[in-house]
């Protein structure tokens, strides 16, 4: 009798599939090595803020879309961002700094959902087992209420927040959208930030003085951490209801 079975096409060692965690350790252990990091700092900012508003005055789209492309790259590599986004308000006030941030962030953070949605996404899978199953069906029964909460809690690291829904099976319309909108709350307040530090930067620049950027910016963002839990609550509330609430009606 002849087996007429398809040959199966042996699996990739793990070494391999593990290609996009390379690309971007790679990226990070360059940008680290160049000391950009540094760079992206509130103390960077009190430092150059006459070059830095200078530039913006001269060539004001290429900085705008410079300042995109950079925070595309910093997201991908997971640079932690966050004085970016302070930055775009110091250079182009938060009208055009969020907006641009939003955008640069957005796109970031789909590249490096879409690279843990390749073979890196099914052989964390595969290592994390049953549990990770369990988790993935609930997630995905209230998809859209834990991806916007992910997006407004301030203890999740970003990139989390980027690989951790592809793994669990987000769809990419609703990581697309949630994220898009779900980081305009943080956005717009660190941004806001940025454009109340401009002034405050220049004018101590003109008289000579100094300025502790990391402590204004550090008083000013724990006003905000209490406003962003509340939103995270709010778009968990859907979730809350059809967990308990639903369950108890068909119970009862």
Known sequence: ???????????????IKLWPVYIILAGLAFAISQGWHTQ????????????????????????LLA????????????????????????LFGLAIGAPAT???ATIGA??????????????LKGIAGPFLGKMEAGFNEN???YLFTLRLIPIFPFA???????????????????????????????TWIGAGLRGTLLDAA??????????????????LIPALFALAVVALIPAIYKKFFKKTAVTA
């Open 1 to 15: 009798m002849t087996d007429t079975s398809t040959p199966q096409t042996p699996s990739k060692p793990i070494w």
């Open 40 to 63: 992206l700092s509130p103390a960077a900012l009190g430092e150059n803020a006459v070059y830095l508003n200078t530039l913006v005055q001269e060539n004001f789209v290429l900085v």
């Open 67 to 90: 300042f995109i492309g950079i925070y595309i790259a910093a997201t991908v590599f997971m640079v932690p961002a966050s004085a970016l986004t302070i930055g775009g308000g110091f």
């Open 102 to 104: 939003v955008v640069g």
């Open 110 to 123: 789909s590249i490096l959902f879409l690279a843990a949605k390749t073979s890196l996404g099914e052989t």
């Open 143 to 145: 998809a859209i209420s």
């Open 160 to 190: 989390v927040s980027n690989i951790a829904p592809a793994i669990l099976g987000a769809k990419f319309r609703d990581y697309f959208i949630t994220t898009g909108l779900g980081i305009i709350p943080g956005t717009v307040a660190y």
């Open 206 to 223: 003109a008289a000579g003085e100094s300025v502790d950027v990391g402590a204004v910016v550090g008083a000013a963002a724990k006003n």
